[in-house]
T-cell receptor
Framework: ETGVTQSPTHLIKTRGQQVTLRCSSQ?????VSWYQQALGQGPQFIFQ???????GRGNFPPRFSGLQFPNYSSELNVNALELDDSALYLC?????????????FGSGTQLSVL | DAKTTQPTSMDCAEGRAANLPCNHS???????VYWYRQIHSQGPQYIIH???NNETNEMASLIITEDRKSSTLILPHATLRDTAVYYC??????????????FGKGTRLHILP
């Protein structure tokens, strides 16, 4: 158990819809990273939030957006869903220390876009 | 893009040592080697990391070659629960800069009973 919880665990949406995924960080962690994992692939970095601000972004379009709240929990929002957005979405929390930063992952949200 | 190369899959007999190789020939002097693993239906789990010295913890040992261009993760006594995808990652760790953890495709390790 990592102390990182994600909700919901599974979700089905249709193309064009919007979705919000949620993540609660491990206690004491101030940084949240989001990853997308397609079937059979490694996790792909979407973005990271540190102290409520975006702190790095991967190669994802602007319709992928996020928020981090004062309690360091986080949301991932995806607008105008496409079929290729079907994937496991992973949240990871960490302590931004400038070194030896280990990520602690939740079990993910499985999103299916029909 | 991932800066590491790993075999796609490996098998290991239960109770034996599992040795997972990783090539990182373009590694820079300030880049650490990290290992994570992902068991089916779970998020990745941190295993170990190192810079140039060999490292050992309760989960595994990490052997880094002297030129730092490759490393080996060793699970000393593999069990069926060690069946997972193992990711080797290199990243910079400095006071004012942390590279984000970028995953490749990893090695799918099968522990055989």
């Amino acid at each position: 158990e990592t102390g990182v919880t994600q909700s919901p665990t599974h979700l089905i949406k249709t193309r064009g819809q919007q979705v919000t995924l949620r993540c609660s960080s491990q206690s004491g962690h101030n940084t949240v990273s989001w990853y997308q994992q397609a079937l059979g692939q490694g996790p792909q970095f979407i973005f990271q939030y540190y102290r409520e601000e975006e702190n790095g972004r991967g190669n994802f379009p602007p319709r992928f957006s996020g928020l981090q709240f004062p309690n360091y929990s986080s949301e991932l929002n995806v607008n105008a869903l496409e079929l290729d957005d079907s994937a496991l979405y992973l949240c990871a929390s960490s302590i931004h220390t400038g070194g030896n930063e280990k990520l602690f992952f939740g079990s993910g949200t499985q999103l299916s876009v029909l | 893009d991932a800066k590491t190369t790993q075999p796609t899959s490996m098998d290991c007999a239960e109770g034996r040592a599992a040795n997972l190789p990783c090539n990182h020939s373009t590694i820079s002097g300030n880049e650490y080697v990290y290992w994570y693993r992902q068991i089916h239906s779970q998020g990745p789990q941190y295993i170990i990391h190192g810079l140039k010295n060999n490292e050992t913890n309760e989960m595994a040992s990490l052997i880094i070659t002297e030129d730092r261009k490759s490393s080996t993760l060793i699970l000393p006594h593999a069990t069926l629960r060690d069946t997972a995808v193992y990711y080797c990652i290199v990243r910079v760790e400095e006071t004012n800069r942390d590279d984000k953890i970028i995953f490749g495709k990893g090695t799918r390790l099968h522990i055989l009973p």
